[in-house]
């Protein structure tokens, strides 16, 4: 089988679909991506080429965006499968279904949920799509509101495995080590904020309420801020900085490539992880700290089905709700007295949220009728 995949090369969920469901299979993967830069080295010793999209900004560049990338279509595929959509991604739909066998589209959450009404270039387009994948019922729910049920022979809700779960299972090493590896006081409460650099994590709101903490608990605050991925400015990023100097807690930046192993580390310490994004569809990250029985704290604006009456978390409608969590349960996982809750998650999220629960639906769906 011949694959490509049309996407962000650059980003983890790709990289991994590639690698458990096309690889694992001896499938030939190429790729058709803007960037190319965190996993270059990768794609190339696996033998995967990554074909640099053309394109140019503004409503005639990405109108055009289907020819310029012609030569890019004529590989004759048996899949081309198309992940996060945009306006640009529709418009190479008919392109592809010119010389791929089969072509797939997959909303990852925030393209479909950030949508107000249906397109009407969706509408046409996707009637040329042999399926469609939505991660969870609620973005059903969001399709059927757009575009009616014309489309729900060809749905199919398949979500992405986490890496860092599956290595996270095996890991061994403790708690007050990885601390020490991180400069982090082992009596520290350690609590994470947001997962990327993007405005919309509001890092600066969830600060603002920290500031407001008793003094006390402030000095046993350690805080960790990972802005390396994400849409957020530099002006933004300086300003997380700023504000977290000035909370009173001590804290770590980071800023540059977080492997999986650094990123299953750092998830592992954390006492506590806020979530307090505008939008989502299912935060793989908030799953990796259920994961690690973190108390995670999670807004009531974003609600997930899947998780709901399956696993334990506390939920806040505004941040001074936020602010009285956090008061009432500032201690280390293990000293907390939701300890026995947060440890069942594991299991849960594992079942929910490892590859091993995907692969077969990925493996289903792209080769049915094969």
């Given at each position: 089988?011949?694959?490509?995949?049309v996407?962000?090369?650059?980003?983890?969920?790709?990289?991994?679909?590639?690698?458990?469901?096309?690889l694992?299979?001896?499938?030939?993967?190429?790729?058709?991506?803007r960037?190319?830069?965190?996993?270059?080295?990768?794609?190339?010793?696996?033998?995967?080429?990554?074909?640099?999209?053309?394109?140019s900004?503004g409503?005639i560049?990405?109108?055009l965006?289907?020819i310029?990338?012609?030569?890019?279509?004529?590989?004759k595929y048996?899949?081309?499968?198309?992940h996060?959509?945009?306006?640009?991604?529709?418009?190479?739909?008919?392109?592809?279904k010119?010389?791929?066998?089969?072509?797939?589209v997959?909303?990852?959450?925030?393209?479909?949920?950030?949508?107000?009404?249906?397109?009407?270039?969706?509408?046409?387009?996707?009637?040329?799509?042999d399926?469609?994948?939505?991660?969870?019922?609620?973005?059903?729910?969001?399709?059927?509101?757009?575009?009616?049920r014309?489309?729900?022979?060809k749905?199919?809700?398949i979500?992405f495995?986490?890496?860092t779960?599956?290595?996270?299972?095996n890991?061994?090493?403790?708690?007050?080590?990885?601390?020490?590896?991180?400069?982090?006081e082992?009596?520290?409460?350690?609590?994470?904020?947001?997962?990327?650099?993007?405005?919309?994590?509001q890092?600066?709101?969830?600060?603002?309420k920290?500031?407001l903490?008793?003094?006390?608990?402030?000095?046993?605050i350690?805080?960790?801020?990972?802005?390396?991925?994400?849409?957020g400015?530099?002006?933004?990023?300086n300003?997380?900085?700023?504000?977290?100097k000035?909370?009173?807690c001590?804290?770590s930046?980071?800023?540059?490539?977080?492997?999986?192993?650094e990123i299953?580390e750092?998830?592992?310490?954390t006492?506590i992880?806020?979530?307090?994004?505008?939008?989502?569809?299912?935060?793989?990250?908030?799953?990796e700290?259920l994961y690690?029985?973190?108390?995670?704290?999670n807004?009531?604006?974003i609600?997930?089905?899947?998780?709901?009456?399956?696993?334990?978390?506390?939920?806040?409608?505004?941040?001074?709700e936020?602010?009285?969590?956090?008061?009432?349960?500032?201690?280390?996982?293990?000293?907390?007295?939701?300890?026995?809750r947060?440890?069942?998650?594991?299991?849960?999220?594992?079942?929910?949220?490892s590859?091993?629960s995907?692969?077969?639906?990925?493996?289903?769906?792209y080769?049915?009728?094969?």
């Open positions: 089988m011949k694959y490509l995949v996407g962000n090369a650059d980003s983890i969920y790709i990289k991994s679909l590639i690698e458990k469901t096309m694992t299979y001896d499938e030939k993967v190429s790729v058709l991506s960037e190319n830069k965190l996993y270059s080295d990768y794609y190339a010793k696996k033998g995967i080429k990554v074909i640099r999209e053309k394109y900004d409503k560049g990405t109108l965006c289907g310029k990338n012609l030569k890019a279509f004529k590989g048996d899949i081309i499968s198309f996060f959509i945009t306006n640009r991604s529709l418009l190479m739909i008919p392109i592809a010119l010389f791929g066998k089969k072509v797939f997959s909303y990852w959450g925030s393209d479909i949920l950030r949508e107000k009404k249906g397109s009407i270039l969706a509408k046409a387009v996707l009637k040329l799509a399926g469609i994948t939505v991660i969870n019922s609620e973005m059903i729910k969001k399709f059927h509101l757009l575009y009616g014309r489309f729900d022979k749905i199919h809700m979500d495995g986490s890496d779960i599956d290595y996270m299972k890991m061994t090493v403790s708690d007050e080590e990885l601390r020490a590896k991180y400069n982090i082992n009596d520290k409460v350690i609590i994470s904020v947001g997962y990327n650099s993007s405005e919309e994590q890092h600066l709101k969830v600060l603002d920290i500031m903490l008793p003094e006390e608990q402030k000095k046993h350690h805080l960790l801020l990972r802005i390396t991925y994400g849409s400015s530099e002006e933004y990023k300003k997380i900085k700023e504000l977290s000035k909370t009173g001590t804290y930046f980071f800023e540059s490539y977080l492997s999986d192993e299953s750092i998830t592992k310490i006492d992880f806020i979530h307090a994004q505008t939008t989502d569809a299912q935060s793989a990250t908030m799953c700290h690690c029985k973190c108390l995670v704290l807004p009531k604006w609600r997930y089905k899947e998780l709901e009456n399956k696993v334990f978390y506390l939920s806040f409608k505004d941040f001074d936020m602010l009285e969590i956090l008061k009432d349960n500032m201690s280390k996982k293990k000293s907390s007295g939701l300890y026995d947060m440890n069942s998650n594991s299991d849960v999220i594992f079942k929910i949220c590859w091993e995907y692969i077969p639906k990925w493996r289903k769906l080769l049915i009728d094969y």
